[in-house]
């Protein structure tokens, strides 16, 4: 199974992007995609996810400027940010699990600032 992020870039303040996480190898339609993020110097932390039964989930710090969605037929999972502000600077990666197994992209990186 292979994750490929896409979409990153450098955005003003109040900016929007649209990050992408193409999978091949394997049909993650029906399965749990996280999108998460790194800044320098700290752990990986959890922006976004989406389960089988189309239900999703944010922490606080995202929830009303963040979407997490599919595409079936493009086996894709795409992360719309909106409403960005320059804490939200870091390398944003997806993950998904199947049969137990953890998989995760190689990272896009997001740059907020003016």
């Known amino acids: 199974v292979q994750l490929v992020e896409s979409g990153g870039g450098l955005v003003q303040p109040g900016g929007s992007l649209r990050l992408s996480c193409a999978a091949s190898g394997s049909d993650i339609s029906n399965k749990f995609v996280g999108w998460y993020r790194q800044h320098p110097g700290k752990e990986r932390s959890w922006v976004a996810e989406i389960f089988s039964d189309g239900s999703t989930n944010y922490p606080d710090s995202v929830k009303g400027r963040y979407i997490i969605s599919r595409d079936n037929a493009k086996n894709t999972v795409y992360l719309q940010m909106n409403m960005l502000k320059p804490e939200d600077t870091a390398v944003y990666y997806c993950?998904?699990?199947?049969?137990?197994?953890?998989?995760w992209g190689q990272g896009t990186q997001v740059t907020v600032s003016s």
């Open positions: 993950r998904t699990q199947i049969y137990g197994n953890d998989y």
